[in-house]
């Protein structure tokens, strides 16, 4: 059973003037002002975790518009290359043409009729045979080419198409990260230093208290303690960002969101993972919650939202949200969604 609260927990649910709460930016119908600690702080979470989902959305498209930007560099290259291809072919179909101008564009077995000496007339044949052949090869290729060239130009054009695209998106995800980020700032900025004191005691009643209920459900009793190579490199390197600030959108080396710490973590550890929470999740190797082991992910909310870098003994490194630093905390402080293992 979840525990009741304390005196301290009591006193946090004091009601709060909605003159100390900001309205959120509008995200939709209208919805009354939050006017108690417990709901402000439901609002502060709301809004935070919609700046996560939009920044992990954000990170999605930023990696998709880095690969492209790859994929469109090696086409453009492709279409030089076949300009040039196509270039010097047509250098060789004009000086074909020219030469079969010089000679008349008389048949071989004329010339072989009209020749004085047979012997030579047989190597002039076969020569104009060659040279017949060699000229339909050169226009055969120079017409490939040149729809070589055409299918090279609308590759690029449409892969610069939807990098266009891709890019408005990353507009648009950074747009309401900022938003969100912006409003609950702002609600923040509104309390009183004794209210921040007892709004972030309400944070940790809560925490402590999901910890326990998770802790008591006999979950970790099978988990493993002993984490594999890889995993005890990953942990060590997120245990060397502990204290460096949240930045939505940023992989290191000086601030970290959270997919961007347990990707870093594990690329530290010599395996590249997915840039986002949403994707290791879907692509990486579940384990049951009950099977984890330290070096394990585990992925929050129904969402994919969150993911935090489980170090054994219940506990994990995350990097929570803005205004927040990379910490160890509590690995059943939020609703976990399941775990991967990156190693598997």
């Not at 290359?81 to 101008?101: F, P, V």
């Not at 702002?186 to 004794?194: G, I, T």
């Not at 082991?293 to 929050?300: A, K, M, N, T, V």
């Not at 929570?320 to 059943?332: E, F, H, K, L, N």
Request: contains cysteine; hydrophobic residues 40%; positive net charge.
């Amino acid at each position: 059973m979840r525990r009741s609260p304390g005196p301290r927990g009591r006193r946090a649910t004091a009601a709060v003037t909605l003159a100390l709460v900001l309205t959120a930016v509008p995200h939709g119908p209208a919805v009354a002002e939050p006017a108690t600690l417990p709901e402000v702080r439901a609002e502060l979470d709301r809004l935070y975790h919609e700046a996560e989902a939009a920044t992990e959305k954000y990170n999605a498209v930023d990696a998709e518009v880095t690969r492209q930007k790859k994929r469109l560099g090696t086409l453009r290259g492709r279409v030089a290359a076949t300009e040039r291809k196509l270039d010097r072919l047509g250098r060789l179909a004009g000086a074909a043409a020219r030469s079969q101008y010089r000679g008349g564009g008389v048949p071989a077995e004329v010339q072989f009729v009209l020749a004085g000496d047979p012997a030579h007339a047989l190597d002039n044949a076969s020569l104009a045979r060659q040279a017949h052949l060699g000229t339909r090869r050169v226009l055969e290729a120079l017409a490939g080419t040149e729809q070589e060239l055409r299918t090279r130009g609308d590759e690029a054009a449409a892969e610069l198409k939807r990098l266009r695209k891709n890019r408005g998106k990353l507009e648009s995800h950074r747009d309401t990260v900022l938003a969100r980020i912006g409003a609950a700032e702002r609600v923040e900025s509104r309390l009183a230093e004794k209210q921040r004191r007892e709004l972030a005691a309400l944070e940790k009643e809560a925490a402590d208290a999901a910890q326990a209920d998770w802790v008591e459900s006999g979950v970790l009793d099978g988990a493993g303690t002993e984490a594999g190579d890889a995993g005890r490199e990953a942990i060590a390197f997120a245990t060397r960002q502990l204290g460096k600030p949240y930045v939505w959108g940023a992989e290191g080396p000086d601030s970290y969101d959270c997919s961007g710490l347990t990707s870093r973590a594990w690329l530290a550890a010599g395996v590249a993972l997915p840039r986002t929470s949403q994707e290791q999740w879907r692509r990486l190797h579940r384990v049951a919650v009950a099977d984890m082991r330290p070096g394990d992910l585990i992925i929050y909310h129904a969402d994919a939202g969150h993911v935090g870098l489980y170090i054994g003994d219940g506990r994990m490194i995350h990097a929570p949200r803005p205004g927040r630093s990379v910490t160890v905390a509590p690995a059943g402080s939020m609703e976990i969604l399941g775990v991967v293992r990156p190693d598997a």
